[in-house]
């Protein structure tokens, strides 16, 4: 089993930033790839940025490009997503994935799941 934590997550206002972290324990992480979704009161999770084993491809969602980074420190076992220029549509709980195969911009079957961490953007 893999365990993912996220963390990192706060208020902020509008147009700051904030790094969340996620770490992972249990198992090998250098071989999965990762993602980050949010999920919004009364939305759908939605994906938000994606990165495979290696670090070498990333993704992200139309709505956050050029704002957010997704990196990954294999040696730490851990990914981040900074997130920059924050808008009050950026409020949400954040989750962290892993998948063994492939980045999936749909929250359909990923093998885990973190618990989330709630980023609260204030206008």
């Known amino acids: 089993q893999v365990q993912l934590v996220e963390s990192g997550g706060g208020l902020v206002q509008a147009g700051g930033s904030l790094r969340l972290s996620c770490a992972a324990s249990?198992?090998?992480?250098?071989?999965?790839?990762m993602a980050w979704f949010r999920q919004a009161p009364g939305k759908d999770r939605e994906f938000v940025a994606g990165i495979n084993w290696s670090g070498g491809n990333t993704y992200y969602a139309d709505s956050v490009k050029g704002r957010f980074t997704i990196s990954r420190d294999n040696a730490k076992n851990t990914i981040y997503l900074q997130m920059s220029s924050l808008k009050s549509e950026d409020t949400a709980i954040y989750y962290c994935?892993?998948?063994?195969?492939?980045?999936?911009?749909?929250?359909?079957?990923?093998?885990?799941w973190g618990q989330g961490t709630q980023v609260t953007v204030s206008s």
């Open positions: 994935a892993a998948d063994r195969w492939a980045v999936k911009t749909g929250p359909l079957n990923y093998d885990y």
């Open positions: 249990g198992r090998t992480f250098t071989n999965y790839n």
